[in-house]
């Protein structure tokens, strides 16, 4: 079983939608859990940071964090077609490396 | 958001030549940096963690003496591809942690070795 596990896709939805991006793991001293966003030949962007478990807001974006069941959302409302690009999911312990996921490719259709 | 920079954004080079890539930290110092591989459609491979004023740090079954890095100071690592072969073509980013725990990447430089 790897570490992170993240569902590739490509995933695509009508622009306006709401879209759902997960990834489970199986270390439960993972403490840091985030989310990047990485477009088509480009570095990776921070979209989100948690600590433990529990929900964050930003804008159009909600992660979610559920320790109890090893589980990390991210919650894009009304997708827009910037919105399409590879979504990697990373965690850590505290003093560890980064652990990434696969990375789910986004489509948002106009 | 902290910045990271990364040139050349793109290079081209002749097979067995060597090419160095340059990691900065432009708003911030970083006692560590990391260098990752990406192929396409593929996730980050972590090749290995550079450390100012120290070794780096190589994950098992990347060549020390084929990636050569060098972290000269608090903000800026390198990596060199010695005798660079077209399998060596790939996109390599580098990042640098915060002492937020968390870590911010570069644009990425992509390689490609004729």
């Known amino acids: 079983q790897k570490e992170v596990e993240q569902d590739p896709g490509p995933l695509s939805v009508p622009e306006g939608a709401i879209v759902s991006l997960n990834c489970t793991y199986s270390n439960s001293a993972f403490q840091y859990f985030m989310w990047y966003r990485q477009y088509s030949r480009k570095g990776p962007e921070l979209l989100m940071y948690?600590?433990?478990?529990g929900n964050k807001e930003d804008g159009r974006f909600t992660a979610q964090v559920d320790k109890s069941s090893k589980y990390i959302s991210l919650f894009i409302r009304d997708s827009q077609p910037s919105d399409s690009a590879t979504y990697l999911c990373a965690m850590k312990e505290r003093g560890q490396n980064f652990v990434f996921g696969p990375g789910t490719r986004l489509s948002v259709l106009p | 958001g902290a910045v990271v920079s990364q040139h050349p954004s793109w290079v081209i080079c002749k097979s067995g030549t060597s090419v160095k890539i340059e990691c900065r930290s432009l708003d911030f110092q970083a006692t560590t940096m990391f260098w990752y591989r990406q192929f396409p459609k593929q996730s980050l491979m972590l090749m290995a963690t550079s450390n100012e004023g120290s070794k780096a740090t190589y994950e098992q079954g990347v060549e020390k003496d084929k990636f050569l890095i060098n972290h000269a100071s608090l903000t800026l690592s390198t990596l060199t591809v010695t005798s660079a072969h077209p399998e060596d073509s790939s996109f390599y980013i580098c990042?640098?942690?915060?002492?937020?725990?968390?870590?911010?990447f570069g644009p990425g430089t992509r390689l490609l070795v004729l």
């Open positions: 948690t600590y433990s478990s």
């Open positions: 990042s640098a942690p915060t002492g937020a725990e968390t870590q911010y």
